[in-house]
């Protein structure tokens, strides 16, 4: 029994031409024995998020420092597709980087890249499994600078800056700007996590934007009649409830 | 034991120090007057006594102390061709002679009677001044010499980040099978970048030298980058035999590339001024600075290294600026124009 498998689809982020014409290169020297087919290329992470929303790609081989959007948030995005592809990152020299992957056994490929190298990695990925997105969150000291919004099989950039708050409604999390609204799949315990410095949580399914409060008010509770505190935000009309437990940051922020 | 000979070649500092080096010439004059101050409230009878021994001191210490200074300015490339001793000794007797001609030529003129006894003080303590002043020189270059050794073996580190030499040579690999002439021309200008980086480098080098590598240098930045690498080259007035540290431009044209040029998808412009103004010369690099950047700090290691580098070879007459604001970065260098190498 023979059993065909479908060449496997390669995508290339790097920044440096160059740096996408050497591993052209070596793709057609694998080629030989592997069946591998090129499916496109991006000269930076933002350019790839837009190509791989529309070209389904295996393997992506990706450089982490790029100007846009580097390659560790680039791979946080990618996970969140129903097929992530599978990552391998390049780089010349990072020490910071290197360190990590060794430590997590995420593979990686040292520029300059040599071909056996390539090669083995290339055969590893049918069968890899992709890196948790918690992982590459301890790779970077940064969180991610955008939220990934799948609408209709579009990828849409939200900038974290432009989010008023994010609040937690069943299975998905609002993601609110001034204009939009948003929804995306994540958990509101690891966004708090990850952007502890722009925001603050108000209340149990609720973060709000520390920068964006305009004020606090006192509403009646729909149910009960009782007063309690609210949060007025920059651009909104719609006031967020603060709850009990929470009530002190109405004392240090207002 | 006895302690073994430098096997360093190029000894950037002598024990002795440079008579022609201005921060030099106000230490020593500094320091003479506070051992002259010392002397005086020691030999004072009374606080008020102490400004009249000062003036007495000073009538044969001023006129010895300058006149020392212009003659080893003059006997400076002299000195430094001679064994450290000997160039101590030919110190302590041009200090002691002078001061016993003027001490008697000055008595003679005024018409107050020498004493033997007091040509032998004088000797004393010019010979004391001397020796106490060289040893403060030769203390403090021992000091700063193993601080420079190994500021020195890190600047060789940092100077070149292999951030640069690993990419270039994925980039020369990237193009050696469809322009194998344009691979040859980068690994020969990377193979002078390394030369001249890994050399045991020289005090100074002609300005010429320090332009062409920097064009070496930014023609192989522009294999990797392409035209996101844009320079702007202002040369003004420029005596290309000035000399300059070697390695001075290079380090910041590195940072600029990547600090600048690198986090911008478009890229952007690099701009070099080069002038010479009177008898100073002064190179502004300046680049834009990305707003969100990605490459978070680096630059430290290399610019305290130039700044370092500056100060120990020319003291007080270099000067160096950084002026970092939210959308550029330049760095300013201002150092004396030279041409002839200081022995």
């Known amino acids: 029994m023979t059993v065909?498998?479908?060449?496997?689809?390669?995508?290339?982020?790097?920044?440096?031409?160059h740096a996408r014409n050497r591993i052209k290169d070596l793709l057609i020297d694998c080629a030989e024995?592997?069946?591998?087919?090129?499916?496109?290329?991006?000269?930076?992470?933002?350019?790839?998020?837009?190509?791989?929303?529309?070209?389904?790609?295996?393997?992506?081989?990706?450089?982490?420092?790029?100007?846009?959007?580097?390659g560790i948030e680039l791979a946080q995005h990618l996970n969140k597709f129903h097929k992530p592809p599978?990552?391998?990152?390049?780089?010349?020299?990072?020490?910071?980087?290197?360190?990590?992957?060794?430590?997590?056994?995420?593979?990686?490929?040292l520029k300059p890249i040599r071909l056996g190298r390539l090669f083995e990695a290339l055969t590893r990925a049918r069968a890899a499994v992709p890196i948790r997105n918690e992982v590459l969150q301890e790779l970077t000291p940064e969180p991610r600078k955008n939220l990934a919004i799948h609408e209709r099989g579009k990828i849409i950039l939200v900038p974290i800056e432009q989010v008023l708050y994010l609040r937690a409604e069943l299975k998905y999390i609002t993601v609110r700007t001034v204009e939009h609204?948003?929804?995306?799949?994540?958990?509101?315990?690891?966004?708090?996590?990850?952007?502890?410095?722009?925001?603050?949580?108000?209340?149990?399914?609720?973060?709000?934007?520390?920068?964006?409060?305009?004020?606090?008010?006192?509403?009646?509770?729909?149910?009960?009649n009782e007063m309690h505190w609210a949060a007025k935000l920059k651009g909104l009309t719609e006031l967020l409830p603060i709850s009990r437990r929470q009530q002190f940051i109405v004392k240090e922020i207002g | 034991m006895p302690r073994p000979r430098s096997i360093n070649q190029n000894i950037i500092f002598q024990p002795l120090p440079n008579f022609r080096n201005l921060g030099v010439v106000l230490r020593l004059i500094l320091w003479v007057n506070g051992l002259a101050l010392l002397l005086a409230v020691f030999h004072a009878q009374s606080w008020l006594d102490i400004a009249a021994q000062m003036l007495n001191i000073s009538t044969v210490l001023q006129p010895v102390l300058l006149g020392s200074l212009a003659l080893l300015h003059w006997q400076q490339p002299q000195l430094?061709?001679?064994?450290?001793?000997?160039?101590?000794?030919?110190?302590?007797?041009?200090?002691?002679?002078?001061?016993?001609?003027?001490?008697?030529?000055?008595?003679?003129?005024?018409?107050?009677?020498q004493a033997d006894f007091f040509n032998a003080q004088l000797i004393i303590i010019s010979v004391t001044f001397t020796e106490l002043v060289l040893g403060y020189f030769r203390l403090r270059e021992r000091a700063l010499s193993p601080a420079f050794s190994a500021a020195r073996l890190q600047a060789l580190q940092a100077r070149i980040r292999p951030h640069f030499l690993f990419n270039t040579l994925n980039a020369v690999l990237g193009i050696v099978r469809t322009q194998p002439k344009r691979a040859e021309q980068a690994l020969e200008d990377l193979a002078d970048l390394f030369r001249m980086a890994m050399a045991d480098a020289p005090e100074l080098v002609p300005l010429s030298h320090e332009l062409a590598l920097a064009r070496q240098y930014l023609d192989l930045?522009?294999?990797?980058?392409?035209?996101?690498?844009?320079?702007?080259?202002?040369?003004?007035n420029l005596p290309t035999d000035a000399l300059i540290p070697p390695l001075i431009l290079q380090p910041l044209l590195e940072n600029a590339v990547y600090h600048g040029i690198e986090p911008m998808a478009d890229g952007?412009?690099?701009?070099?001024?080069?002038?010479?103004?009177?008898?100073?010369?002064?190179?502004?690099?300046?680049?834009?600075?990305?707003?969100?950047?990605?490459?978070?700090?680096?630059?430290?290691?290399?610019?305290?290294?130039?700044?370092?580098r500056l100060a120990l070879q020319f003291?007080?007459?270099?000067?160096?600026?950084?002026?970092?604001?939210?959308?550029?970065?330049?760095?300013?260098?201002?150092?004396?124009?030279?041409?002839?190498?200081?022995?």
Request: proline share 3%; with cysteine; glycine share 4%.
């Open chain 2, 268 to 308: 952007a412009e690099i701009s070099i001024k080069i002038a010479r103004i009177g008898k100073e010369i002064h190179l502004d690099v300046y680049n834009p600075r990305p707003q969100k950047t990605t490459h978070l700090g680096g630059n430290k290691i290399a610019l305290a290294n130039i700044r370092e």
């Open chain 1, 86 to 109: 599978v990552i391998i990152f390049t780089t010349a020299y990072d020490r910071y980087a290197i360190n990590a992957f060794e430590q997590r056994a995420i593979d990686y490929l």
């Open chain 2, 221 to 236: 930045e522009t294999l990797r980058l392409g035209d996101r690498l844009r320079v702007k080259w202002q040369l003004e």
């Open chain 1, 181 to 224: 609204e948003y929804l995306i799949e994540e958990s509101l315990i690891a966004l708090e996590k990850e952007f502890a410095a722009r925001f603050i949580r108000i209340h149990r399914n609720c973060l709000v934007a520390k920068n964006e409060i305009e004020g606090f008010e006192k509403i009646a509770e729909t149910d009960s």
């Open chain 2, 315 to 343: 003291d007080l007459e270099a000067d160096y600026k950084v002026t970092a604001r939210d959308d550029d970065y330049r760095v300013h260098i201002m150092i004396p124009y030279r041409r002839e190498k200081l022995p």
């Open chain 1, 33 to 70: 024995q592997l069946p591998l087919v090129l499916v496109g290329e991006a000269a930076h992470g933002r350019e790839a998020l837009a190509k791989l929303s529309e070209i389904a790609a295996d393997v992506v081989l990706m450089d982490i420092r790029m100007p846009e959007m580097d």
């Open chain 1, 4 to 17: 065909v498998e479908l060449p496997l689809a390669v995508f290339i982020v790097d920044d440096e031409l």
């Open chain 2, 80 to 113: 430094q061709r001679l064994p450290y001793w000997l160039a101590r000794l030919g110190v302590v007797l041009v200090v002691s002679m002078l001061a016993v001609l003027i001490a008697n030529l000055g008595g003679y003129w005024l018409n107050i009677d």
